[in-house]
């Protein structure tokens, strides 16, 4: 490999024991030896080359996640970037957009090895910077929530899910991380990752509310302040906290069974200490929709082409994880939908399953419009968006970077059971 100019970065995929406690020391795979892997900030659109040594014993690739970036860098071998073998190495050359809060992680099959994939360490922060900074803050703080130490455990109807023993802020469980230090008055710009596997996250910050200004990294039309957001695999939320109440606070998962498994961190504002105090949020309440925009949605048009994509469990046998399928059929053997350049397209997400599914489109954004039952809305703009079972959720994209696009349900063993499909550009 040839030497790496200032402007790059290398990453290192290496077994690594993760301390989430002094009692728990996780024998997993990481990014450069820590979890989460490094900070990586790039400049909107200024060519960046990651350099990537893969030094395990299986094939990996790395998912730019959130970018509009050519299939062959993309980072999922089922649209053709090429996967790195075991003691091989990569480059990953491109220029990367759009702006905002993204992140990096490992997109490779698990199936019933629940060390492999995204139960391992291999995530990141990725932050690229746009021209100008809009968000005025004190500080900066990325946080990622992970589950550790997976199992599967039967569901009364026989099939399996993965749980959890361990879970985790920044790869720390609470109480043995480096608290958040803050000074009163400051405004700290949260971003906050669900880097799990499989599970959805609910988080709140004692005594405090959370302005959320981005989802997935795409600006909100509308911040609003609540005091608990949800995070399902793969989303991102950009939030806003005014340090404006003097002690030490801890900000976790709501549900005490996953706070108690570590998923907490202590917030300790500067000359005070104590035990760190925990109260559950006013409201249980999350809704996207809380933060669209306000003037009316423009209506339904009718040159925009309907996809609709309905999802699907089958019983795969007691002791099995369920298989999944797309409009009748799992991957490989799903349809491939075609795509033409300049169209505007509205998939249709229709959930008839028991499981919520956080589902992903790959190198574009999509525009949430409607969900079940209710009207039209308009200006929220992501690339995971999480389809309540039962329910129906409806989201546009304009077709505007060619190339085989994977759509797939983020949770590891959703997408390894064959809840995956891809687009094609004409
Ligand atoms: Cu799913």
Redo the contacts with the bound molecule.
């Keep these: 490999m040839g030497a790496l100019t200032k402007a790059d970065y290398s990453l290192d995929i290496a077994p690594y024991s993760l301390e989430v406690s002094p009692h728990h020391v996780i024998r997993t795979i990481a990014y450069n030896g820590q979890v989460p892997g490094p900070l990586l900030r790039f400049q909107e659109d200024r060519l960046v080359t990651v350099a990537v040594a893969n030094h395990t014993d299986n094939n990996e690739v790395v998912h730019w996640h959130g970018l509009f970036l050519p299939s062959d860098v993309d980072g999922a071998t089922e649209e053709g970037t090429p996967p790195i073998p075991p003691r091989g190495q990569a480059h990953y050359t491109f220029r990367p957009r759009p702006s905002g809060f993204r992140w990096y992680h490992t997109h490779t099959f698990a199936g019933g090895d629940l060390k492999k994939g995204l139960y391992t360490g291999q995530f990141g922060f990725l932050l690229i910077e746009p021209r100008e900074n809009r968000a005025r803050y004190d500080q900066e703080v990325f946080l990622a929530l992970h589950d550790w130490k997976a199992s599967l455990l039967g569901n009364p109807d026989g099939s399996m899910d993965p749980v959890y023993e361990v879970s985790t802020i920044n790869g720390r469980m609470l109480g043995h991380g480096e608290p958040l230090r803050v000074k009163t008055g400051q405004r700290v710009l949260l971003h906050i990752l669900n880097s799990s596997a499989t599970e959805v996250h609910w988080i709140t910050l004692a005594g405090h509310q959370f302005r959320v200004i981005g989802l997935d990294g795409n600006p909100v039309p509308q911040p609003k302040s609540v005091s608990m957001l949800r995070l399902s695999p793969a989303e991102r939320v950009s939030t806003l906290v005014e340090m404006n109440n003097p002690g030490v606070w801890t900000m976790g998962e709501v549900r005490k069974h996953i706070m108690a498994a570590g998923m907490g961190i202590v917030v300790e504002y500067a000359n005070n200490n104590g035990k760190p105090r925990w109260q559950q949020p006013e409201s249980l309440e999350w809704n996207y929709l809380d933060f669209a925009a306000v003037d009316p949605a423009p209506s339904f048009e009718s040159s925009v082409t309907e996809i609709p994509l309905v999802f699907e469990s089958k019983f795969a046998g007691h002791g099995a994880m369920d298989r ?1 399928t797309i409009n009748g059929k799992s991957f490989p053997d799903t349809d491939v939908v075609t795509l033409h350049r300049g169209q505007r397209y509205r998939l249709l997400f229709k959930n008839r399953s028991t ?1 919520d ?2 589902v992903h489109l790959h190198r574009h954004i999509f525009e949430l419009r409607r969900f079940s039952g209710l009207p039209e809305t308009h200006g929220i703009f992501k690339d995971t968006v999480l389809v309540e079972s039962g329910k129906q959720v409806d989201v546009e994209f304009t077709a505007n970077d060619p190339g085989l696009t994977l759509f797939h ?1 983020h ?1 590891q063993n ?1 997408m390894d059971e064959g ?1 995956m499909m891809l687009f094609r550009y004409a």
Excluded: E, I, K, L
């Design positions: 999944w499981n599914h956080p349900c949770q959703h809840f």
